[in-house]
């Protein structure tokens, strides 16, 4: 019998408690040939996507979540999921094989739930950035980008808040893409003064990949400034920490 790429899996939605079905993909079809500067995978097969299949969307009451999601509700919490969501779902079902906007819209239900139920800022952060990476498959730079702008946001509640403790997320990882997705919507001062953070822990880190990656995006952020500007931007790499923490911010050179 022949294998193929998805399989389904039955799931039981965490307000409604009802089971309903989804499409996941086998780990076996799914090959990552690199990874963009903000984590995005690059799939061997352009043909399967397993990002499409991270949210749950429960097909009775429209609660939507991901394998992240707490199964702690709050008190009031239902009452309030099934006055916003529920009362208002539109039964329909995301369980079979999902298009790019299928995953984008699911994506989107996944956020509002999220926020709904209080998720944690680095799941949201996440699911934001997803959602990102398959406007960018679309080529929709604008919609890319305003959720470029919110997953920034959520990652910066994130590393305030310190939620990301305890996830998959490193401190690193969380100041790392704070300054990357600051860099990609333009807000280079967030930019620069993240990466930096990120430069700093190059002793303690444990992961070295990432602070060489923030230093190569500092090294291009500073190409791209003006030779007037490069004077007060240019640390050099064996400065260390003190070189880089006394940068003044590079538009006032430009007075
Ligand atoms: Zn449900």
Same mark, same amino acid.
């Given at each position: /019998?022949?294998?193929?790429? #998805?399989? $389904?899996?039955?799931?039981?939605? %965490?307000?409604?408690? &009802?089971?309903?079905k989804t499409t996941k993909v086998r780990s076996k079809f799914v090959k990552v040939d690199s990874y963009t500067s903000d984590f995005q995978p690059i799939y061997q097969n352009k043909e399967i996507n397993p990002l499409l299949y991270n949210i749950f969307v429960c097909n009775h009451c429209g609660f939507s979540f991901t394998e992240e999601f707490s199964k702690y509700f709050a008190p009031g919490m239902n009452d309030?999921?099934?006055?916003?969501? +529920?009362?208002?779902?539109?039964?329909?079902?995301?369980?079979? *094989?999902?298009?790019?906007?299928?995953?984008?819209?699911?994506? =989107?239900?996944?956020?509002?739930?999220?926020?709904?139920? &209080? @998720?944690k800022s680095i799941n949201i952060a996440g699911l934001a950035l997803r959602t990102a990476w398959l406007y960018r498959l679309q080529q929709k730079h604008a919609d890319e980008r305003r959720f470029i702008g919110i997953a920034r946001d959520r990652y910066a509640d994130s590393?305030?808040?310190?939620?990301?403790?305890?996830?998959?997320?490193? @401190?690193?990882?969380? %100041? #790392?893409?704070? +300054?990357?997705?600051?860099?990609?919507?333009?807000?280079? @001062?967030? +930019?620069?003064? #993240?990466?930096? =953070?990120?430069?700093?822990?190059?002793?303690?880190? %444990?992961?070295? &990949?990432?602070v060489e990656m923030a230093k190569d995006r500092w090294q291009e952020i500073r190409d791209n400034k003006?030779?007037? !500007?490069? !004077?007060?931007?240019?640390?050099?790499? $064996? /400065?260390?920490? *003190?070189?880089? %923490?006394?940068?003044?911010h590079p538009v006032a050179t430009d007075a």
């Open positions: /019998m022949e294998i193929t790429p #998805y399989y $389904q899996k039955s799931i039981e939605c %965490l307000h409604c408690k &009802k089971q309903f309030e999921i099934q006055k916003k969501i +529920a009362n208002k779902w539109v039964p329909r079902s995301y369980g079979n *094989e999902r298009s790019i906007d299928d995953g984008i819209n699911t994506y =989107k239900l996944g956020i509002f739930c999220g926020t709904i139920k &209080k @998720e590393y305030s808040s310190g939620d990301f403790s305890g996830t998959q997320m490193s @401190e690193t990882r969380v %100041l #790392y893409l704070i +300054a990357e997705l600051s860099r990609r919507i333009g807000d280079v @001062e967030y +930019a620069i003064r #993240y990466f930096s =953070k990120v430069i700093e822990k190059q002793s303690t880190s %444990l992961e070295p &990949k990432i003006n030779k007037s !500007a490069s !004077a007060y931007l240019c640390p050099d790499r $064996q /400065m260390g920490r *003190e070189g880089i %923490l006394s940068t003044p």
